[in-house]
Structure formats: C-alpha cells, structure tokens
C-alpha cells in the first residue's frame, strides 16, 4: 500500500487535505454508479484534462501536435469556456490539469484557473518550459498547485535537439529557478517528466539525479505511438524509430529498468517495473482493466469531449459548447462506452502516465480480486 502511495504522489503530488478526502468519496461513487451498475452519476468526474489548444512554439521529434492542431482547432468562445470551468468546480472535480501543445500559449489558461480555484479545484499545468520565465509572475499569482515541465535530458544539446528548439534547456532552466526563487510555501511544485526512451535510457540514473537539483519531483514516462489521430502520440513508430525500443534491446532495456529501481527506489512500481512487458509482451497486461470513462474526462481545443485518446473506436461522449460537463459525464455514448470497457472487451492497453491508474488500481486487492470487478472478456 505504501509503493502505491508513493507511486500516486509521483503523479499528482498534492497534500492530503479535505479536498483530497472529498476526493476519495467522489471516486468512490464514481465507482459504485458507473463501473458497478454503469448508471448515471451524481458526482463529477474526479480528474479533468484540459487540452487547451495543439499550437506549439517547439518541435519535438515524437510529437504529432503540429499535424493534430489542422484537425482539432480552438473553437470554444470564451464566454463558454468560463461558464464550463464554473461548471466543473460546482460539480465537485478535484483535479483538472492543463496541457496541449503548448499550454502556455492559450489565452484563457489563467482566467479559467482562477474560475476554478474559486471552488476549491486543484489545478496543474503541463509545459515544454520556453515560455516558463515569460509567464512565470502569472503562474504565481494565479497559485497552481503543480507545473509539470517535460525534461528529457540533464544536457542543453541532447534535450534541444530532441525537442527541435535550440535553447529551450536554458529557458527552461531559467524560468524553474525563478519560480522556485519567488514562490510561497513551495506553491507550485516543480516537477520534471521524462520521456523515456532508446537514446536518453542509458543516462537515466544521471539525468534523474540532476534534476533533483532543480526540480521537487521527477517522474517517467515511456514514449508511446500509434494513439487516435487527434492524440499527440498519433505519430507513427516507423517516423521514430531511433527513439523506439526494438526486439533487440530487450536485454538492454530489462537492465537500465533494474539499474533505475536500485538507484531509485521510489520508481519501484508495477508501472515502471512493467514497461519492458508493454513493449515486447504487451498482450500479458491486456488483463489490466481500464478505469478512464469511471474517473476522467478530457476537454479537447474544438470543446469535445472524450475519455481516451488512445484508442480509436471511442469517440467523443459530447461536446462543452452543445451540453454541460454533467450531462456529457452521463451521457449516452459515455455509458455504451463504459458498457464495453467494464465487461473488459476494449481489448486493449496503454501505459502513459495520465493512465497509470489503471495499474495502480490492479494492484490493489478490493479491485483486483472482487469478482464484481474482474470481468472477463
């Protein structure tokens, strides 16, 4: 219970508090209306994603965002991205994170987030870092809990040259000490993510160790491809193939995974003891169950609504501009589409960090053994 515990605060790092036990009572009606009787529920979804728009000041080598922002545009008005942000903190969410593309480049982001914090929310964003010094005095006064900053290497050359902008390292750098130098009470947080693959995996230890320098938490996520379309990790694996693991290196990849626990015994957790088998066994953890649409929804630029972006067949359950977060919440398609997932036949798996979840979820013995909760397909 204590890895599991450990593990949650590497992905959201809030204290315990009464908005977090507001939380556990939440998801535990989440659970028992739509997972147990996939009926309509009178609580909100406990985490939000919201994509605030695929525009993108840099051009990372494993990213589709430049291609998905053609198909999926900013096209919410303003005064109905206010009006669902006062919905989402009257319905009780606990967590709503920021992200993109770019998410430092929306023009609502902070006037949405002082909507939000006016409820109680807690809110995180998610940034490539270029713009953090810039924005820096109105991520402090707006008081996010949490900014993740994407950090794929303790060098400047390697990580600009995996995110395709010369400089980025040191703006980034720049703007996590000013940050860090200006807050209160460690509000934000910084935490660093790293995408973890074939050219930067060998490093691991060291880079993990230098961002201790700089950052309060750090946390990995395997690169992954082949998502739905409108997905930043839509890219397909034969355009990066130098950065994707082969049949070849499993040995290698097996070995830094071990080096990576011994080191950092806090990355001691079935999601990251598990990537080797997603890549090169992936059917073993189709037995996962999938748990988004009973916890999650996301909120795309265009104001659809989904609950995945990794498989294809689920389509948007709704959309922010025809209906509000509640009645996307239960709507129709979302209980046709919690219908096939919680008989266990969407036959399939993923294994970033905004799904870990799923793997913390199986682990723990109430959901892992109860019958009621391990369908079969």
Sequence with gaps: MRKGQDFLKKVFPFDIDITAVRFGFASFINVLYTRLFNIASPKAPPLLTWITTFDCNAYCKFCATHKVKHSCQESVPYEKLIKTAHEIGKAGTFVVGFSGGEVLMCHYLFDVIKVLHSYGVKTYIVTNGLLLREKADEILQSKVELVVVSIDSSTAEEHDNFRGFPGLYEKLLDGIQYIRSKRENSVPLIKATTILNKKNIPKINVILDDLKA?????????????????????????????????????????????????????????????????????????????????????????????????????????????????????????????????????????????????????????????PVFKKHK
């Design 214 to 370: 700089f950052t309060d938490t750090q946390s990995l996520q395997p690169i992954v491809t082949g998502y739905h379309e409108n997905s930043p990790h839509s890219k397909a694996e034969e355009g990066i193939t130098s950065f994707m693991f082969q049949p070849e290196d499993r040995p290698q990849l097996q070995h830094y995974i071990n080096e990576l626990i011994k080191n950092h015994p806090d990355f001691n957790s079935y999601y990251f003891r598990q990537i080797p088998t997603y890549y090169f066994d992936r059917e073993r953890l189709l037995e996962i169950q999938c748990w988004s649409p009973f916890f999650r929804m996301m909120i795309m630029p265009n104001g659809d609504v989904v609950h995945c972006l990794a498989n294809p067949k689920y389509p948007p359950i709704g959309n922010i501009k025809d209906s509000t977060i509640m009645e996307i919440w239960n709507s129709r398609e979302m209980f046709r589409q919690r219908e096939e997932i919680r008989l266990h036949k969407n036959n399939c798996i993923c294994w970033t960090q905004d799904a870990s979840f799923n793997q913390l979820i199986h682990n723990i013995p109430l959901f892992n053994r109860i």
